[in-house]
């Protein structure tokens, strides 16, 4: 288990946004772990009834492990491409958990608390999901980020095409032509989420 | 599918789905041109269309509910369970609970008597882990120790503390009276009550810091309004001793709070220059109704907040005086040595806004913003004949820049200027107060285009950035592009998310077609009647070849406009031409801040709808706030509403950007002079005719200021020295008619008049002018039956015509006539 010392996570960042891609491998567990933890807390602590909202998840975690000082403004998009790759990874998790344990087994140890928090109803359609945005990783990696921002990360329009440094414009058709791909891959197969 | 199949695939999926339902087979049937696997693969994708929609656009998890506003926050059963009253009905001896004002995040207020002092007291009850904890308790009595001790009257007086049957209570001061949050909730605040909100909550923080309270919850929950406008801050010490009690590390993900300061969010250590921000925060949304860091779903940023800037006040009101708006953004500095160090510096910054003056923050700001000059590039092409695609480089960066709030950008006019008069660039920076300039050249040749740019900072005439470019005509945007892209690089220049976006909206278009378009402006900016033929000839080639080019239609719609605003064209005609072109280029593109700028003006000047011509100015002015001349106009705007204080904020303002522009100069003079700001019309006056004597406007603007003064004789030979000077026979008439008749010579009076209204026909004299005359002659009727004559013909003048008869006429307002002259020009609102 890496230190989760604040400084670790920004330097890492700032190696990232320099160009160093070893360090995202690295970046990626580590705000896995920290939304996981914020959101378990949540689930123990927090009121009835009450339930998550990525944005607020996403923002909370980045005030607790990245020295903002020591940053440019330039890493949020850094660090929102990350988180959104983590809340992908931590959903689909979550949905495969569940799923197993309603098979009975527990190859994953995600624990009940979270599982029962982040699970979609539907688990299945995550993991189909997750597999289709594979594929269509596979012909358009770009679209593909588009839909991991935007849906796993709560980016906005704006947000989405400031860390793809692309236009407004490209990230509303990306994101409606991404849809048809994903929903045609998904037909068949499972329903949609 | 590999990769490339699948951009075809996708090409034409986005073609046909583009189009009407009936003509998608067909066009399907012919672009895949008897592929059937591409057909079959475009086909499954457009089956999906149904769904494409609502597919996704939830969130992964249930929605959330609204954050906050459910009752106590801290889910605190005991906190919302009743007092424990005695036999009597009285909780803790002495206090008759009468009702509920109120629930929040700290808990239950209720209104009660004190039947012992026989007094109405708030109160309110805490956590009861307060009561609970030793610790907590021996913290909670200390802080409101120090609470109570504050003794001011724009805070709210804590009478006792204590425990009661297990329950931590406060008893305060009633006030009787909304809360801030309550009176912000249906609309944005008028400036001047703004300012005397603000300025109550500033100085009940200065006296709470001096004696070492900080509140660490100022927010508009916590400001009580007591009677019309006093202010009363509520709840100090609170958020310390609640604080104690709750699990911090659960506050981001509950919903971060509007007013948190930067350290607060980040757990670091607070002082007292937290209170600042949060106090920068509630002004921000007293004026523009939003949090400054709240994203489109409502939520704040934190991104945003820990790296700053907020955007500007201006973005969401332009309106606010540019001072309001340095002292906002002053309290809002992420560096907490760049924001105020004290309650009372802000505290006198906003009482210097109040009074009109120039406040420190404006200094402030002056030297921090990075600032840029743009020259005009100098045309190397072979025979010098691409003068006006040199200037059409420069002015397409400077319009890119300007719309940047962290860049103080000089305006078109100015930069241009200073190129004539052969200064160095140390020199150029003085006379425009920047620190930077861009200088460049360019030549044409053929189909090549080669363009140098050179960054340069005037202090030491460094150089930031240089670059050549030798590439196709078509380049051209791109070029631009990274012109502008290494400016905001290299000058470091703090960038919003809608700012990116927006340097990177460029449409393809063909060279040619460019190439006239700033052919048009170049004869556009020299506005005169020999060029505008020229400017109207290449707008319709331009248009001609392509007539979906919005910025050829706005350009066109801001030349019919300044011909009717000037008077080269007759307003009647002019100003439905300005506008079926504006219309035009909006329907193009609605972000067109030059065609809303149109739009606006019309309004004003000509059809006379108060509500658009607002709705058109601040919309242009959200969208490029750096363009000077919109921002002179606005002050026109500011002036038929008779808001005066914000009409002089503006125009110096504008003046501020544009320094060497003799139309600002000309509004300047003319805009103080009608809010009765004579010495500083004419100081203004005085750099007018320095920076360009030959220009008329002026000096007629100048003679109302000696008018209004009483000095007759002055405003006579201003207006003789203006005749020589290129000032216009009538607007001269009009205003030495009025010096003669008030000095008694009432046949040079008669005289002029006769010939104002000989004149009338032929060379359009102001309806309204003539009316000022006659009545200053004491013929009210002829003067009613010219202002009559001005509202059928639309007169430009009698869009202020109740400002400027209460200064050449002040009887003459008070006729019945008037009034019903104002019915008609909807201006009984802001008439005396």
Known sequence: MPLPASADVTSLLVAWSEGDDSALAQLVPRVYDELRRIAHHHVRAERPGRTLQTTALVHEAYLRLVDTRRVRWESRAHFLSVAAQAMRRILVDAARARGARKRGGDALSVPLDEVALLAPQREASVVALDDALNALAEVDPRKSRVVELRYFGGLSVEETAAVLHVSPETVHRDWRVAKAFLLRELSGKDTAP | MNAERWQQIERIYL??????????????????????????????????????????????????????????????????????????????????????????????????????????????????????????????????????????????????????????????????????????????????????????????????????????????????????????????????????????????????????????????????????????CVIYEMLTGRSPFATSSGQVDVFALVHGPAPGVAAFRPEVPATLAAVVDRCLRTDLRARYQ??????????????????????????????????????????????????????????????????????????????????????????????NVLEGSVRVAGSRLRITAQLITVDDGFHLWSERFDREAGDVFAIQDEITAAIVDRLAVALHLRERAALRKHRPVDPEVYALYLRARYFQHRISADTVERAFRYYGEALARDPTFAPAHAGLAGMWGDLAAFNLAPPGEAWPKAREAAERALALDPDSSEAHQTIGAIALWFEWDWTAAEAGMTRALALNPGDALARGRHGWFLLNRRRFDECGAAVRQALASDPLSPILHGFAVGL?????????????????????????????????????????????????????????????????????????????????????????????????????VAANLGDFDVAFSWLDRGYEERDGLMAWVHVYTDIFVPPLARDPRFHALLERMRLTDVAR
């Open chain 2, 15 to 280: 073609d046909v789905v583009a189009r009407d339902e009936p003509d998608r087979a067909a066009t399907l049937d012919e672009v895949c041109a008897g592929d059937a696997e591409l057909k079959r693969e475009v086909e499954t994708l457009l089956a999906q269309e149904s769904r494409v929609g609502r597919f996704l656009e939830s969130r992964p998890w249930p929605a959330d509910p609204a954050p906050s506003q459910a009752p106590a926050e801290d889910g605190d059963e005991t906190v919302l369970a009743p007092p424990p009253v005695d036999a009597a009905g009285l909780f803790a001896g002495r206090y008759r609970i009468l009702r509920t004002l109120g629930q929040g995040g700290m808990g239950v207020v209720y209104q009660a008597e004190d039947v012992r002092l026989k007094r109405f007291v708030a109160l309110k009850f805490l956590s009861s882990a307060i009561a609970a904890s030793p610790q907590a308790r021996a913290r909670f009595l200390r802080e409101a120790q120090a609470a109570a001790s504050l003794d001011d009257p724009h805070v709210c007086t804590l009478y006792e503390a204590g425990e009661e049957g297990g329950r931590a209570y406060l008893v305060m001061a009633f006030i009787d009276g909304p809360t801030l949050k309550e009176r912000i909730a249906t609309e944005r605040l008028p400036i001047g009550e703004t300012l005397s909100i603000a300025r109550d909550i500033a100085s009940g923080l200065a006296a709470a810091h001096a004696r070492g309270v900080v509140h660490r919850d100022i927010k508009p929950g916590n400001v009580l309004l007591a009677g019309l406008r006093l202010a009363k801050i509520t709840d100090f010490g609170l958020a310390r001793i609640e604080g104690a009690t709750r699990s911090t590390a659960t506050a981001g993900a509950a919903g971060t709070p509007a007013y948190m300061s930067p350290e607060q969010a980040q757990g670091l250590r607070t002082d007292h220059r937290t209170d600042i921000w949060s106090l920068g």
């Open chain 2, 342 to 435: 004290t309650a009372s510096d802000l505290l006198a910054d906003l009482e210097r806004v109040s009074a009109g003056d120039t406040p420190s923050a404006v200094r402030a700001v002056r030297e921090e913003l990075p600032s840029i000059a743009v020259l005009p590039f100098a045309d190397m092409s072979p025979e010098r004949t691409q003068e006006y695609f040199a200037e059409g480089m420069a002015e397409e960066i400077i319009h890119a820049l300007a719309r940047i709030e962290g860049l103080r950008v000089v305006a078109r006019t100015s930069s241009f200027a200073v190129k004539s008069k052969g200064l160095d660039v140390r020199e150029i920076g003085r006379v425009l107060n920047v620190g």
């Open chain 2, 672 to 772: 103080h002079a009608a809010c009765g700001r004579s010495e500083e019309a004419l100081a203004d006056f005085r750099r007018a005719v320095d920076l360009a004597p030959g220009f008329g406007l002026p000096y007629f603007h100048a003679a109302i200021a000696h008018t209004s003064l009483g000095r007759l004789d002055e405003a006579a030979e201003v207006v003789e020295k203006g005749l020589q000077q290129g000032l216009t026979l009538f607007w001269a008439d009009c205003i030495l008619g009025i010096v003669r008749a008030r000095q008694g010579r009432r046949d040079e009076a008669a005289a002029i008049l006769a010939r104002m209204i000989e004149q009338h026909q032929q060379s359009s004299v102001s309806c309204a002018s003539i009316a000022w």
